[in-house]
């Protein structure tokens, strides 16, 4: 079946790789994050932060990387893994849990999107969003 956008047909650049799910590893980004505008509301730090987690966790969302491996992976400094982590959690969008009480690494959960667009969860606009340095 021919794939089409907007009447036109959609071409496929390399048809021998196209990708599949496999059953090996699990990890999805939901295209709701485009369609309804909530990239709009991140930085870069903490848009490689939710990729990386959508990425490492389990079936559930879960997953209990250390906040420095993560830092590590992504080429982030501390402080701009705080920010990305802190407008994730402030969006509603990855949840945290300590591993214990006082413990800067634990739990990060990749949260289903809330229901509707940003504007509807938060206060605020895309230019309260934190920038790069």
Sequence with gaps: MESRHKGLPVVVPCPGRIRTIADTRFGWIEAA?????????????????????????????????????????????????????????????????????GSPDGYHQVLALPMGFPEDHIAGGPDDRVEDE
Excluded: H
Aim: glycine share 8%; with cysteine; aromatic share 16%.
């Design 33 to 101: 994050l485009l369609e309804r505008c909530w990239v709009m509301y991140l930085a870069s730090e903490a848009m490689a932060i939710y990729t990386f987690l959508c990425l490492a966790g389990n079936r559930q969302g879960v997953s209990w990387y250390r906040n420095g491996t993560i830092r590590g992976y992504l080429n982030l400094t501390s402080d701009q893994f705080r920010r990305g982590q802190s407008r994730l959690i402030q969006l509603g969008l990855v949840a945290f849990k300590p591993f214990y009480e």
